[in-house]
């Protein structure tokens, strides 16, 4: 058994209202520069809808992630020869087109325009070559237009071998934020022909060495999520970095800090490194999901963490690990899942899967539904998050009514239902971390460098300039 720590983030769309803070806040950090204009390292995407990029599901065109052959974990893009091939031309690389043109707006004739007739118009110009464009796409084109158009073409809705009911009453979105999932076993560290993306030993984020990338582009078509972008101006390969320099110094990503539904939870787990390539190689990629449940360790069993102190696992971390909200969604009580578990890269960004209205023909007959009574079908979300299989998908979402229906009980006094899964005292510890839960609660990080507390490394951040807070 060989322990690891990873930072690990849980998001409840349940609560996402799709206000998109999380994608500026994170563009002012990390991309707000020449060359970054058309990258978004966090994203907001509806759903059902093709997506940023274009289509990036579809992997038999991006040919993302890994794949079984002959018993062997291989990339999909290529055995290492294939790649070679491919080193100076890549078919299945992704152009500018399939992210969106970056615009800004002429707003020098707005303010130096002579008396006129008629108002002066702004027109957008592109970042990119300073000229006059006309607005095709953007970076979430199905929530600014609400487009049928693009939302039938939604490569979860072709596997689902079935359309979705075109009533106004019974049409359903939601949205999906996101950002790298810092694999466990990820393809663009496999895929890089010069060595230059890692993933760091002590808490498992996935990097860019900016002086080891050649450019050569090979992580981009390898990532099945396209969450690795190429700056032209620096010919350099770059990607959500989850705020390492934050983590570092126990402050949590940007993007959860500025989260305004408040839907992103962030905390250790540890897993065991020895088992992560055989939860890749499951046969049935329905199974994948479990083995990396089996993957993720008990912080709470001695044995774990004395291996885990034998291994180097700092103390603090371990402690982190305990109190870990991430930990409570994604193996105590199973409610989180990953996005896309059939591309076997492990992703350790989770979801948990939204409840939504009932369909017009029951709203009449019960107060709670079941869960193949909603609008979000279960065979869609059992596309995005369980691979499809749809009993995993029902499962979570009857704990999450069962959780509603306890709650609703004691608020009016009535006793529980007989038959419960867990404990009247789990199903209020989970409606309190999924609903109410607070800053502290949401957010368990180990302390800064110097064993700061979070709020005391808050009070000093920006306080010392080009060193680390405190001034160490």
Same mark, same amino acid.
């Given at each position: 058994?060989?322990?690891?720590?990873?930072?690990?983030?849980?998001?409840?769309?349940?609560?996402?209202?799709?206000?998109?803070?999380?994608?500026?806040?994170?563009?002012?950090?990390?991309?707000?520069? %020449? *060359?970054?204009?058309?990258?978004?390292?966090?994203?907001?995407?509806?759903?059902?809808?093709?997506?940023?990029?274009?289509?990036?599901?579809?992997?038999?065109?991006?040919?993302?992630?890994?794949?079984?052959?002959?018993?062997?974990?291989?990339?999909?893009?290529?055995?290492?020869?294939?790649?070679?091939?491919?080193?100076?031309?890549?078919?299945?690389?992704?152009?500018?087109?399939?992210?969106?043109?970056?615009?800004?707006?002429?707003?020098?004739? !707005?303010?130096?325009?002579?008396?006129?007739?008629?108002?002066?118009?702004?027109?957008?110009?592109?970042?990119?070559? *300073?000229?006059?464009?006309?607005?095709?796409? *953007?970076?979430?084109?199905?929530?600014?237009?609400?487009?049928?158009?693009?939302?039938?073409?939604?490569?979860?809705?072709?596997?689902? /071998?079935?359309?979705?009911? !075109?009533?106004?009453?019974?049409?359903?979105?939601?949205?999906?934020?996101?950002?790298?999932?810092?694999?466990?076993?990820?393809?663009?560290?496999?895929?890089?022909?010069s060595g230059a993306i890692y993933k760091r030993d002590e808490d498992g984020v996935v990097l860019i060495s900016q002086d080891a990338c050649r450019g050569w582009r090979h992580c981009v078509p390898a990532c099945p999520y396209k969450k690795v972008y190429y700056n032209w101006k620096t010919n350099k390969a770059e990607k959500c970095t989850f705020c390492y320099p934050r983590l570092e110094n126990g402050l949590p990503t940007?993007?959860?800090?500025?989260?305004?539904?408040?839907?992103?939870?962030?905390?250790?787990?540890?897993?065991?490194?020895?088992?992560?390539?055989?939860?890749?190689?499951?046969?049935?990629?329905?199974?994948?999901?479990?083995?990396?449940?089996?993957?993720?360790?008990?912080?709470?069993? %001695?044995?774990?963490?004395?291996?885990?102190?034998?291994? *180097?696992?700092?103390?603090?971390?371990?402690?982190?690990? +305990?109190?870990?909200?991430?930990?409570?969604?994604?193996?105590?009580?199973?409610?989180?899942?990953?996005?896309?578990?059939?591309?076997?890269? !492990?992703?350790?960004?989770?979801?948990?899967?939204?409840?939504? %209205?009932?369909?017009?023909?029951?709203?009449?007959?019960?107060? !709670?539904?079941?869960?193949?009574?909603?609008?979000?079908?279960?065979?869609?979300?059992?596309?995005?998050?369980?691979?499809?299989?749809?009993?995993?998908?029902?499962?979570?979402?009857?704990?999450?009514?069962?959780?509603?229906?306890?709650?609703?009980?004691?608020?009016?006094?009535?006793?529980?239902?007989?038959?419960?899964?867990?404990?009247?005292?789990?199903?209020?510890?989970?409606?309190?971390?999924?609903?109410?839960?607070?800053?502290?609660?949401?957010?368990?990080?180990?302390?800064?460098?110097? /064993? +700061?507390?979070?709020?005391?490394?808050?009070?000093?951040?920006?306080?010392?300039?080009?060193?680390?807070?405190?001034?160490?």
């Amino acid at each position: 058994m060989k322990i690891k720590a990873q930072i690990s983030m849980v998001m409840n769309l349940d609560k996402c209202i799709g206000c998109h803070t999380c994608s500026v806040t994170c563009k002012n950090v990390w991309t707000n520069r %020449p *060359g970054a204009e058309y990258m978004y390292f966090n994203n907001v995407e509806t759903k059902p809808g093709i997506g940023y990029p274009k289509e990036w599901e579809n992997q038999e065109k991006w040919k993302g992630g890994w794949k079984m052959e002959n018993g062997e974990l291989t990339l999909a893009t290529g055995s290492k020869t294939t790649r070679m091939l491919k080193l100076f031309f890549h078919p299945e690389q992704p152009e500018m087109d399939d992210y969106y043109e970056p615009w800004t707006y002429d707003y020098e004739t !707005l303010i130096n325009s002579k008396r006129k007739n008629h108002q002066p118009v702004a027109r957008p110009r592109s970042l990119i070559t *300073g000229k006059r464009m006309e607005i095709k796409w *953007g970076p979430n084109w199905e929530d600014d237009l609400a487009s049928g158009e693009f939302a039938r073409k939604d490569y979860n809705l072709k596997k689902m /071998g079935q359309d979705i009911a !075109l009533e106004f009453h019974d049409l359903f979105m939601k949205y999906l934020p996101r950002n790298c999932n810092h694999c466990l076993n990820p393809a663009c560290v496999a895929a890089c022909p010069s060595g230059a993306i890692y993933k760091r030993d002590e808490d498992g984020v996935v990097l860019i060495s900016q002086d080891a990338c050649r450019g050569w582009r090979h992580c981009v078509p390898a990532c099945p999520y396209k969450k690795v972008y190429y700056n032209w101006k620096t010919n350099k390969a770059e990607k959500c970095t989850f705020c390492y320099p934050r983590l570092e110094n126990g402050l949590p990503t940007v993007c959860t800090d500025t989260c305004v539904g408040r839907i992103r939870y962030l905390g250790v787990l540890l897993y065991d490194m020895d088992r992560v390539a055989d939860a890749a190689r499951t046969a049935d990629t329905k199974g994948i999901y479990q083995q990396v449940l089996d993957v993720i360790l008990d912080p709470h069993d %001695p044995e774990v963490r004395k291996v885990a102190r034998e291994q *180097g696992i700092p103390e603090n971390w371990l402690k982190a690990a +305990e109190v870990s909200p991430v930990y409570k969604l994604v193996k105590k009580w199973q409610l989180a899942l990953p996005l896309h578990p059939e591309y076997r890269t !492990l992703p350790m960004v989770w979801y948990v899967p939204p409840l939504s %209205p009932i369909v017009k023909q029951q709203e009449d007959k019960v107060y !709670l539904p079941k869960a193949d009574a909603m609008r979000i079908p279960v065979a869609y979300l059992a596309q995005l998050f369980a691979a499809g299989d749809n009993g995993v998908i029902e499962r979570v979402l009857e704990r999450l009514l069962t959780m509603r229906t306890v709650m609703r009980k004691n608020e009016v006094g009535e006793a529980p239902p007989e038959k419960l899964e867990y404990e009247v005292s789990q199903y209020e510890a989970m409606y309190r971390l999924l609903g109410i839960a607070k800053y502290a609660e949401r957010i368990k990080l180990p302390a800064g460098l110097q /064993g +700061e507390s979070q709020d005391k490394l808050r009070e000093l951040q920006g306080s010392a300039g080009y060193i680390c807070p405190g001034g160490c």
